[in-house]
């Protein structure tokens, strides 16, 4: 029996069943459109909920759809109170809905524009954790339980569609070449110790998780599979409000969290502090065969790591109302850590003449911080959804690592005695990083369309001064080995036009758009006053299509197109072979070109009464794809090379499906599962040949909530066989959990598990083109943890302002005074007034605001 596969079919089966069961409900429905009080424009992505009067319980809450439309059906006869409410715009509550077995249409739910400061909108309701649109999906971090106490890399392996490889690199659907943004921007937080980053910034300093699989014009083109964005947190809440947690778990983790706002209707202001520390504990194993000029010799090694992080992380900003419709805001997010990792290891060589072993003791101490500040300036004009947006957005970053290297050899070749010495070798890595972004987007809504552009211009520096001192034997001293070290500058300047223009013919959508990027890169490697320069300029232009038809007031159906690029960086292309390790050399190329990816998606999204579909079928064609390559080092038949190189094409083409059931208001659902086919179109004379393989990847979040305190998670998730350039990567698995119960209204503790059964280790299988080198290995990334987290809320967000909740009832008890007919069930909808914006983000309007 294939115990993977029932794992999986293990963690499918609810979703279907429960699926089952929701259909079989029965009872009333509420349905209507949420529009624009001024000009009738769909509100899409807004929340509405229904409340039992007779208890004041919620019954159910869901998100409009493209369109504006909602349907909320399975409602049992009584009184209910309906909420709807978005961001920007007055809530709207109808206090006297009454269901009695039929369907009842609201017609058009009308919503005015909010005046100047939000004030503060209460909806019992529960936040969803996942808000779907046709380009985006925007994730909830506060839902994740699994997640609590832990890093912004715990959280983004429990994100639908993302993985985390064994280094901690991301992936989306299967491919590594994505866009890692901070706040919508680029930033040296995505730098080139992105995995370290991530591994330092607390999940609690995260709001939103967005994830973009095939992005528009207007948006970077940088990305073969998408964009991830990464939004931070910052103040939504009138009045003073904060909130605090400590953390505490196994493999000596600790963290805290504080957060402190105050908003007025002139100025809102808040920080953010988060301090982590922790250890990730993993370990790996290596067999491999090699066939050199001396025969075959077998290597198997065996190493164990620790990896110690330190982190302080601030995110503090103000924003400044100028007037009604104008704001200036001053951000900043401050990184500062220390991590220190300790390697053991061990090696066996054999050969026809001759018996090694190599025993490695390492020591890794580094420091580093991060620096990331933004002005943005934002202007609402009187036409509804216009807008002037810019930002300049300045970050560095400064990583400084020493590596204590400490290798212990003895060999033996046949018939001589055993021999041996110690290796004693220092490295010392220095690295800085700066970053400009200049930006500029408009926004114009037309009749019926909507046309935007923009412009942004990104300038990037990295160096990395890289030296290493060795024990010199004779004279008893450690010594510069300048051959060893090199310094590695790279320069970016990338400059971008965008337009993209939307036109609705009915049901029917048409968004086409241009970016036009015209990009400079130069790279210089200076090794023992050897000045090497290589330089890259090429101007490309990237549109985008996006078809949309409304099939329904819930069906929606959309195919699109882009171009998008991934630009080779740091050492993929520093040509310096870097021998630090005696076993395992690396080396750039420096003649890299930039992958040029044709990206097209057929998206379909529909919304039952408690279940909602987004399914794709996607495919990339990628030309001069870039590949790591292993092989054997000249003529040795023991010291590995990696390094990189672009390979004819590449093809990647599958279909995935995220389903959101909530059956009940006890226990939700979330799925997603995304089956691939990827092929590579290798080179021989690069000893890569071609191959290709379908694969799969799935994931099952279940939330329940037995009573109104206590809440439970599970999620487990499971990544099958795939191919590589030279081999294939087997599958792995793993299972988390976590739960929650409110101690009171403002304090509650919670606790997770991740790798409950120790089950996530990478493996894989490599065979080099020329046949010299065969290796499988298997690595973890870290072990199991279980974490324990206790927060408190403090401010008028606990109990509320009462003087704010009565001005803000009065303003909606004037709304519908002004639309009394517009909550009377008689009436019919309004389908007329400008076209859905498939592209438009959907924002967070549960919870309080």
């Given at each position: 029996m294939n115990f993977k596969r029932l794992y999986f079919l293990l963690l499918a089966t609810p979703i279907l069943f429960l699926a089952t069961l929701a259909h079989a409900q029965t009872g009333g429905s509420v349905s209507g459109k949420l529009v624009d009080g001024a000009n009738g424009q769909p509100l899409e992505f807004a929340t509405v909920s229904l409340i039992n009067k007779a208890d004041n319980k919620p019954f159910r809450s869901t998100q409009t759809a493209l369109g504006g439309g909602f349907n909320i059906t399975g409602v049992p006869n009584g009184t209910y109170i309906f909420r709807a409410s978005f961001v920007g715009y007055i809530s709207f509550s109808n206090d006297n809905v009454l269901i009695s077995g039929a369907a009842i249409n609201l017609g058009a739910v009308k919503l005015t524009t909010a005046k100047g400061v939000l004030k503060e909108v209460q909806v019992t309701a529960q936040r969803s954790q996942i808000q779907l649109s046709t380009d985006k999906k925007v994730f909830s971090v506060d839902q994740s339980l699994v997640s609590q106490g832990g890093s912004a890399t715990d959280l983004l392996s429990n994100v639908p569609s993302v993985q985390v490889d064994v280094d901690g690199n991301i992936n989306l659907r299967g491919s590594s070449d994505v866009r890692i943004l901070i706040n919508g921007k680029p930033s040296a937080l995505t730098g080139a110790n992105l995995a370290d980053i991530l591994q330092s910034i607390p999940a609690s300093s995260i709001e939103n998780i967005e994830v973009i699989t095939n992005p528009s014009s207007k948006y970077d083109a940088e990305g073969q599979s998408g964009i991830i964005n990464i939004?931070?947190?910052?103040?939504?809440?009138?009045?003073?409000?904060?909130?605090?947690?400590?953390?505490?778990?196994?493999?000596?983790?600790?963290?805290?969290?504080?957060?402190?706002?105050?908003?007025?209707?002139?100025?809102?202001?808040?920080?953010?502090y988060s301090f982590r520390k922790g250890t990730r504990i993993g370990n790996g194993t290596s067999h491999t065969i090699t066939n050199g000029s001396t025969g075959t010799i077998t290597q198997d090694q065996v190493a164990d790591q620790s990896f110690n992080i330190n982190s302080n992380n601030i995110r503090s900003g103000v924003d400044f109302y100028l007037d009604k419709k104008t704001t200036l805001s001053l951000t900043n997010n401050i990184n500062i850590r220390t991590n220190d990792r300790l390697q053991n290891g061990f090696t066996n060589l054999a050969g026809p003449t001759i018996l090694e072993t190599i025993t490695r003791n390492n020591t890794s101490n580094g420091s580093g911080h991060n620096l990331d500040f933004n002005l943005d300036f934002s202007h609402k004009y009187k036409k509804p959804q216009q807008e002037l947006t810019a930002n300049i957005g300045y970050s560095t970053s400064k990583n400084d690592n020493t590596d204590y290297l400490n290798t212990l050899y003895n060999y033996q070749f046949s018939g001589q005695l055993p021999t041996g010495y110690n290796s004693l070798q220092n490295n010392f890595n220095l690295g800085n990083q700066h970053n400009l972004n200049l930006q500029a987007d408009y926004v114009l809504p037309l009749k019926n369309s909507r046309l935007e552009m923009g412009y942004r211009s990104t300038f990037n520096k990295t160096d990395n001064n890289y030296t290493v001192d060795t024990l010199?034997?004779?004279?008893?001293?450690?010594?510069?080995?300048?051959?060893?070290?090199?310094?590695?500058?790279?320069n970016e300047q990338v400059h971008a036009l965008y337009t993209n223009y939307q036109h609705s013919f009915g049901n029917f959508s048409l968004q086409a758009g241009l970016r036009a990027e015209d990009a400079h890169i130069t790279t210089q490697t200076t090794v023992l006053n050897n000045v090497e320069n290589h330089n890259q300029d090429y101007f490309r232009i990237y549109p985008s299509v996006f078809l949309t038809q409304k099939l329904t007031e819930n069906q929606t159906l959309q195919l699109s197109y882009s171009r998008r690029v991934s630009r080779p960086r740091d050492r993929?292309?520093?040509?310096?072979?870097?021998?630090?390790?005696?076993?395992?050399?690396?080396?750039?190329?420096?003649?890299?070109?930039?992958e040029d990816t044709h990206a097209f998606e057929l998206s379909y999204i529909n919304y039952f009464k408690a279940l909602t579909l987004t399914s794709s079928l996607y495919y990339r064609k990628t030309l001069d794809d870039i590949q790591r390559i292993q092989t054997l080092y000249g003529n040795s038949s023991t010291i590995t090379l990696t390094t990189f190189d672009n390979v004819t094409s590449a093809s990647n083409g599958g279909y995935e499906l995220i389903a959101k059931l909530t059956p009940s208001k006890i226990i939700d659902l979330t799925g997603n599962v995304n089956v691939y086919y990827r092929s590579i179109n290798g080179n021989a004379l690069q000893g890569i040949r071609s191959s290709s393989g379908t694969s799969f990847n799935g994931n099952l979040t279940a939330n329940v909530k037995p009573l109104p305190?206590?809440?439970?998670q599970i999620r487990g998730d499971y990544q099958g066989r795939q191919v590589t350039a030279q081999g294939t990567q087997n599958a792995l698995y793993g299972v988390d959990g976590g739960l929650k119960?409110?101690?009171?209204?403002?304090?509650?503790?919670?606790?997770?598990?991740?790798?409950?059964?120790?089950?996530?280790?990478?493996?894989?299988?490599?065979?080099?083109?020329?046949?010299?080198?065969?290796?499988?290995?298997?690595?973890?990334?870290?072990?199991?943890?279980?974490?324990?987290?206790?927060?408190?809320?403090?401010?008028?967000?606990?109990?509320?302002?009462?003087?704010?909740r009565k001005k803000q009832d009065q303003q909606r008890d004037d709304q519908q005074d002004q639309n009394p007919d517009d909550m009377n069930p008689n009436n019919g909808g309004n389908n007329g007034g400008g076209g859905s914006n498939p592209t438009a983000p959907p924002l967070n309007t549960s919870g309080k605001i």
């Open positions: 939004v931070l947190k910052r103040n939504a809440q009138v009045g003073f409000n904060g909130s605090a947690s400590v953390t505490a778990g196994t493999q000596h983790t600790y963290n805290t969290s504080l957060n402190l706002a105050y908003q007025t209707k002139a100025v809102n202001l808040y920080t953010n010199n034997q004779v004279a008893g001293r450690f010594v510069r080995a300048d051959t060893l070290g090199n310094l590695f500058t790279y993929q292309i520093s040509p310096f072979l870097d021998r630090s390790d005696r076993q395992n050399y690396q080396q750039g190329n420096p003649n890299l070109r930039p305190k206590l809440g439970f119960y409110d101690i009171t209204k403002t304090l509650n503790f919670s606790a997770n598990a991740r790798d409950i059964f120790n089950t996530r280790k990478f493996s894989n299988t490599v065979t080099s083109g020329d046949g010299r080198l065969f290796q499988t290995s298997d690595r973890r990334f870290a072990t199991r943890i279980v974490l324990f987290t206790l927060s408190y809320r403090f401010g008028q967000t606990v109990g509320g302002n009462k003087q704010q």
